[in-house]
């Protein structure tokens, strides 16, 4: 069941739809939350003669810019709940299978060695051998939940309970483009060279990020996602 969503004020220019949020006010990766989001985003979206700029949706939240010359803040919020409020119910429910109809992404990946410089680090934090921190990488399905960090940077989970660890102490200055990494309950592609601070398990030649493209991600906000180990 998705709690009734919260719309705050962010900044002069925004407004802020908050789901699940608790006491804590902590981040909550959950599927069916961020469903909910991309649902609302949707609406929003679609909302052609509203007062905003385009919406943009995180694990259980959305971000909404306000058209500066838009009706008082009230008015916008009053317009923003209705929208939401006429969000079918079953979108704002449990997240549907993570194989849509475009069915599930492949990444293939080469693990540890130069392609994974943190895989052996990584076994030994968990108490693993490489190939079984493979093994689970490799083996489950993982949503999108959103893009953001930088273009064509997709936050992918939910990671099994077993390869689970935190973000390195000390960031590298220089991640190269196509690192499969992992940090607490998520992974990611790096779309393109840049600093970093997740554990670099493995690296795909797949172009997850391509300007000559259309669209130029490939990952896309509620797609499936599964890494498929390539045997030297």
Known sequence: MIPRPRILPFGDAALLVELGVGVDRAVKID?????????IAAAIHADAGGPWGCPVPAYDSV?????????????????????????PEEALGPALD?????????????????DGPDLDEVAGQLGLHPAQVIEAHAGSVYRVFFLGFAPGFGYLGILPDS????????????VPAGSVAIAGAQTAVYPSTMPGGWNLIGRTDLATWDARRDPPALLRPGAAVRFVPVLA
């Open 31 to 39: 599927r069916a939350l961020n469903a909910a989001a991309l649902a």
């Open 63 to 87: 971000l909404v810019p306000l058209d500066l010359l838009a009706p008082s803040g009230e008015e916008a919020v009053e317009r923003l709940a209705t929208l939401i409020g006429a969000v």
């Open 98 to 114: 993570d194989a849509d109809d475009r069915g599930v992404i492949e990444i293939p990946t080469h693990y540890g060695g130069p």
């Open 163 to 174: 390869i689970v660890v935190p973000r390195r102490p000390s960031p590298r200055t220089r």
